[in-house]
């Protein structure tokens, strides 16, 4: 069993820093891209950040400049430093990987490669 649990986050000043953790953990074969999505109240979820396997990282325009992703292959963990907080990034953030499990079923290796999903956490920054 594959699980992404999430720390960090919680309430945060405009102009002030959060930051958020994601860890895998279970019967993991491999992590490619690994990401955040966030969503605010109403509206749909959206990408927030995402990085490859090799380090290579992708934001959304409305927070290029101010977040960084970044991720660390042998503990299977994503962060996202959150800098020059704005009202505006007020949502529940969702860590996201794209993830290949391993399941061992009568010495048969069987292997499962799907999308996971934390529970979310949630920011908020007052102004």
């Known amino acids: 069993q594959v699980q992404l649990v999430e720390s960090g986050g919680g309430l945060g000043q405009a102009g002030g820093s959060l930051r958020l953790s994601c860890a895998a953990s279970g019967s993991i074969l491999s992590i490619g891209d690994m990401g955040w999505y966030r969503q605010a109240p109403g509206k749909q979820r959206d990408l927030v950040a995402t990085?490859?396997?090799?380090?290579?990282?992708h934001y959304t325009d409305a927070v290029k400049g101010r977040f960084t992703i970044s991720r660390d292959n042998a503990k299977n963990t994503v962060i996202l430093q959150m800098n020059s907080l704005k009202p505006e990034d007020t949502a529940v953030y969702y860590c996201n990987a794209d993830l290949t499990a391993y399941r061992d079923i009568d010495d048969i290796f069987h292997f499962d490669r799907s999308q996971c999903w934390g529970q979310g956490t949630q920011v908020t920054v007052s102004s």
């Open positions: 990085i490859t396997s090799d380090g290579t990282p």
